[in-house]
Structures are given as structure tokens and as C-alpha cells.
């Protein structure tokens, strides 16, 4: 005879958008994504958006559960939000590069090297970072925050020092940038993207400020992906050359199905510029992390508290 194997401790089912919606209803969860998800997990979600949408709906939701198809700073601003929820994430090892490029110890190094200034941090970063900083921003409200401050006090801006470059242009203000990026807002090469234009002569490029200034020069327009999935939308162009990570393109097919959305070349032929971080969440993982509720988000009680504070500005100033 032959030996019968076990059978999956959870195995997956066939109809993975109707389990998950089973799950959700017995969990009374909600399902937060951010567009750079992949497009079946897009679908499924109660909620799609950028950090800013995702901050705030996270702050907003009723749910018991809160399961973030995200990066791992992400979920810990849920949970930093919502210290009496579960908080699921699909992938613990879906981090983040501009958050890994901001160590604690030598961004408090950093920031005691200018004690009298106010630390801007952007979203993306860890909880301890954000216990580190006065106000945290996004990309959607970063320049908006820093018009607040008044001119006299100087500001840090951390981590992404593409962004903070990107903010001083457009403020005016003298910022002192830590020396983070991302790597796939990185990898976008200004040669090829220069191509493309030449074969594609009516295509506007559009681009996130994380990009590399020689990148942003060429852009027609520069926005968060919020931002930019609404200018693709009211725009009268028909076909645009997207510079961030392509998952946004799936939303705009969606929000505009007649237009062409072409995403910018990266250095080499990979597919770098999809963020390797994002895509390390997929169904069957999002099914099995609300069926096990694990990989379960959890922070000290100190540094959630010092991270929330600095949320809560941002939220009061948005």
C-alpha cells in the first residue's frame, strides 16, 4: 500500500475572493491595500489608496481587524492607530527600502547633531523613526506641512532625500535631508524614458517625487499616486509614461480605459520597477494570514505612543 500524505493544515480554496469575503464577514475585518498591490489583491479591498488614504482610513475604521495589503510601516501605522486591533500583514518580510536606510540609532545620531530642528518625517519609515520626529508627512501633504512651518525654524526632513529635495524646490525653504531613497523610484533610467518619448511623441510622463531629479525634469507633471491617477483621469491626453512602481496602472486602466498607460523603463531590462517588497503579498497569503490571524503587527507600548503623536499632527494639519 501506498502511504496517503497529510493533507495542508489550511489548505487554499478554489474561490479565493469568496473565502475572503467569508473571512471577512466572521472577522468583522476590513481589507486596506495600497495601489501598488497586485491587481487581484487591488480588487479584493475595501479600500485602495496612497499612505495618506490608507493613514486615514486606518484611523477611521470600525473593523476589529485591519488587514493591511501593504509594506510592513504601513501596518505598523495601523497599528499605531489602533492599538486595540488586530492587525494583520499578509508578509512579515514585506518591508521597505527607504525605511531600511534610516537606521534609529544613527537617525538619532543625526538629529542631535541639529537640536534646535524640527524633524518632517515621511511615512516611510519604521515606528521608531516616526517616535523620532515631530510630524510625519506623505507625499500627498508633504509640501502643504512644510508651508506651515514658519520660515525662521529650520526643518530636517527624513528619509527620502529625493522627496525633501523635491519639497525645498517647491517651498523654498533650506531643508537638511537624510540621505534615504527608494529603490525603485531609483531605478527609472532617464535615457530610456527619453526613448520612449521619441516613440511614443503624445505620451505625457508623470512621475512620483521619490524619483531621481533627472527623472523629474522631464515630467509633465509630478504628484503623489493619488495625485497622479487623478490627473490621468481629467486629463485631456490620451496616453501617458507612468515613472513609479506600475501597480498604480492597474487603477488607472480602471479609472480611464480608453487611455494608455506606458510604465517607465528601468536601467536594465528586469522588472525593477516593480517594488519586490509590495509584490511578496499575494491572495493566497492575504486568505491564509485573516484564516490563521498571523502574521499579527505588534509595537511596544512606548514607541507606539511617541510614533502617534507626530501621526496625529499630520492628520490635524491635513
Not at 171 to 185: F, M
Amino acid at each position: 500500500m501506498f502511504a496517503t500524505a497529510n493533507p495542508p493544515k489550511n489548505p487554499i480554496p478554489q474561490d479565493l475572493f469568496a473565502a475572503i469575503n467569508e473571512l471577512k464577514k466572521e472577522l468583522n475585518a476590513v481589507i486596506l491595500a495600497h495601489y501598488y498591490q497586485e491587481p487581484d489583491i487591488q480588487d479584493i479591498a475595501d479600500y485602495i489608496g496612497d499612505s495618506l488614504g490608507l493613514s486615514q482610513q486606518a484611523a477611521n475604521t470600525d473593523a476589529e481587524v485591519i488587514v493591511f495589503a501593504g509594506v510592513h510601516f504601513m501596518a505598523e501605522t495601523a497599528k499605531i492607530l489602533n492599538p486595540d486591533k488586530l492587525v494583520l500583514l499578509p508578509d512579515l518580510n514585506a518591508g521597505c527600502s527607504l525605511a531600511d536606510s534610516c537606521p534609529p540609532q544613527e537617525f538619532q545620531a543625526f538629529k542631535d547633531a541639529h537640536p534646535d530642528h524640527l524633524v518632517i518625517s515621511y511615512i516611510n519609515c519604521t515606528a521608531e523613526i516616526k517616535a523620532k520626529s515631530d510630524i510625519i508627512c506623505t507625499s500627498s501633504n508633504a509640501v502643504k506641512l512644510v508651508e506651515q512651518i514658519p520660515p525662521e525654524k529650520p526643518i530636517i526632513f527624513a528619509p527620502d532625500r529625493n522627496l525633501g529635495r523635491y519639497v525645498a524646490e517647491q517651498t523654498g525653504r533650506d531643508l537638511v535631508l537624510w540621505q534615504g531613497s527608494c529603490i525603485v523610484h531609483e531605478t527609472f533610467s532617464e535615457k530610456k524614458m527619453i526613448e520612449l518619448q521619441v516613440e511614443h511623441p503624445t505620451a505625457e510622463i508623470i512621475a512620483h517625487p521619490e524619483c531621481e531629479p533627472a527623472v523629474l525634469r522631464h515630467a509633465k507633471y509630478i504628484g503623489s499616486t493619488t495625485a497622479l491617477l487623478k490627473y490621468c483621469q481629467n486629463s485631456n491626453r490620451d496616453k501617458f509614461i507612468v515613472a513609479t512602481e506600475p501597480g498604480i496602472i492597474h487603477q488607472m486602466k480602471k479609472a480611464a480605459p480608453n487611455k494608455q498607460f506606458i510604465p517607465a523603463p528601468a536601467m536594465n531590462n528586469c522588472a525593477c520597477n516593480e517594488c519586490p517588497h509590495m509584490r511578496l503579498n499575494t491572495l493566497e497569503k492575504l486568505y491564509l494570514a485573516m484564516k490563521n490571524k498571523t502574521p499579527e503587527i505588534t509595537l511596544p507600548e512606548d514607541i507606539r505612543v511617541a510614533a502617534l503623536k507626530p501621526i496625529q499632527k499630520m492628520l490635524e494639519m491635513s
